[in-house]
């Protein structure tokens, strides 16, 4: 008889599951080595437990696999990838300079209205010639009240298009991520049915 076909679905039992991640990628790690071995290959595995610790085989070791893949990797796309990450890097230094900028601006201007407000109090003059510096400083300090908001708006919009900007490259990152645990997540089922085929095939020929 042959082995019975296991259910290919996560487990729900979280002590079956961790011995289970235990057997399997045991198992995994065994069966690169032996390609290795019989194929004169080098290869590299990677896997990340449930409780976040990283378990990795490589032969010669990961690091010499992983740099090999990384330079063999398409020039093309590693300009664009990486003319991607620069240009977004240097579109948030543009917006932090511009914020930077804005915020500059407005200290200015709130140290001008402090010291027009230190000026006024300073000021003994006649009742018409303070009726008069009123009208002057009225007229100014309005156009002081007008700068500083626009300054606060401008500055708002450029920290809003910063915060912008970084969520994209996270959410780019994370999807990155995702999409390699993805095909990690199918390579393992394949190794796994073509281990289950083997050992089939092997009861079937003891069976004969």
Known sequence: MGRRRVEIKK???????QTTFTKRRDGLFKK??????????????????????????GNPSVDSVLDRYLSMTSS????????GEV?????????????????????????RGEAIDEALSML????DVVGDSKVTVSEEMGEIGSAVEMA??????????????????????????????VEQEVGKDVDEETTELQIGNKSQRGDR
């Open 32 to 57: 690169t080595g032996e390609l290795c071995n019989l194929c004169g290959t080098e290869a590299a595995v990677i896997t990340f437990s449930n409780a976040g610790n990283t378990f990795a085989f």
């Open 124 to 127: 003994k003059l006649n009742e």
């Open 11 to 17: 487990i729900e039992d979280k002590a079956r599951r």
């Open 152 to 181: 606060q708006l401008e500055a708002e919009k450029k920290h809003d298009e910063i915060v912008d900007e970084m969520l994209a490259m996270l959410n780019a990152k994370a999807e990155a991520s995702r999409l390699k645990e």
């Open 76 to 83: 093309s796309s590693r300009a664009s990838v990486d003319g």
């Open 87 to 111: 240009a977004a890097a240097e579109r948030v230094r543009e917006r932090e300079e511009k914020l930077a900028e804005a915020l500059a601006r407005l200290e200015v201007e709130k140290k």
